[in-house]
T-cell receptor, first 116, second 114 residues
Framework: AQSVAQPEDQVNVAEGNPLTVKCTYS??????LFWYVQYPNRGLQFLLK??????LVKGSYGFEAEFNKSQTSFHLKKPSALVSDSALYFC??????????????FGRGTQLTVWP | EPEVTQTPSHQVTQMGQEVILRCVPI?????FYWYRQILGQKVEFLVS????????KSEIFDDQFSVERPDGSNFTLKIRSTKLEDSAMYFC????????????FGDGTRLSIL
């Protein structure tokens, strides 16, 4: 079965420091992986994706993520955190079996707080 | 940048009443989805829809739920007889037909059942 785990409910970092938000996954077949961010009272905003190719993918707002097949991980990273990065981050994996529409399976989310 | 829009932003309904949540997907997208997020829980898939047919539905999407694309722009989720446990944030999403594209989400409708 497809599943996603985000082991940390909260991540706190100081502004200017690097940040990592962890995600591990379990899928049948090749994984399509996504990160979304949710600001208060807003929907899920797409950040970046891994479909195939380079293991390091770059996305919006300076975020990047590293796909590691052997560790089944897709951690979100940013070299220098901003206070405005504070939000709820969701990792998701797409089900590519059968249906071409590909439902998403989400992790529980990680609340990132960047303090000044 | 084109967006998925959802209305209303907040819906308060008495238990047992019918409710319709509305979504306008991104105009050139052909795949549509509904998800929900109960407070403090994961975002959960409800249903996917393409070419005026349900493609897949989860175990949550029982006979009380239905979806419809009544015209060329709207995509609706109907709950026939709401229950207290239907209280959640409901998100609509749409996706381009290309398989490597992400789903784009609306801001959600907060449904409160009294």
């Amino acid at each position: 079965a497809q599943s996603v785990a985000q082991p940390e409910d909260q991540v706190n970092v100081a502004e200017g420091n690097p940040l990592t938000v962890k995600c591990t996954y379990s899928v049948s077949g090749n994984p399509y992986l996504f990160w979304y961010v949710q600001y208060p009272n807003r929907g899920l905003q797409f950040l970046l994706k891994y479909i195939t190719g380079d293991n390091l993918v770059k996305g919006s707002y300076g975020f990047e993520a590293e796909f590691n097949k052997s560790q089944t991980s897709f951690h979100l990273k940013k070299p220098s955190a901003l206070v405005s990065d504070s939000a709820l981050y969701f990792c998701a994996v797409r089900d590519n079996r059968g249906s071409t529409l590909g439902r998403l399976y989400f992790g529980r989310g990680t609340q990132l707080t960047v303090w000044p | 940048e084109p967006e998925v829009t959802q209305t209303p932003s907040h819906q308060v309904t008495q238990m047992g009443q019918e409710v319709i949540l509305r979504c306008v997907p991104i105009s050139n997208h052909l795949y549509f989805y509904w998800y929900r997020q109960i407070l403090g829980q994961k975002v959960e898939f409800l249903v996917s829809f393409y070419n005026n047919e349900i493609s897949e539905k989860s175990e949550i999407f029982d006979d009380q739920f239905s979806v419809e694309r009544p015209d060329g722009s709207n995509f609706t989720l109907k709950i026939r007889s709401t229950k207290l446990e239907d209280s959640a944030m409901y998100f609509c999403a749409s996706r381009d037909i290309l398989s490597n594209q992400p789903q784009h989400f609306g801001d959600g409708t907060r449904l409160s059942i009294l």
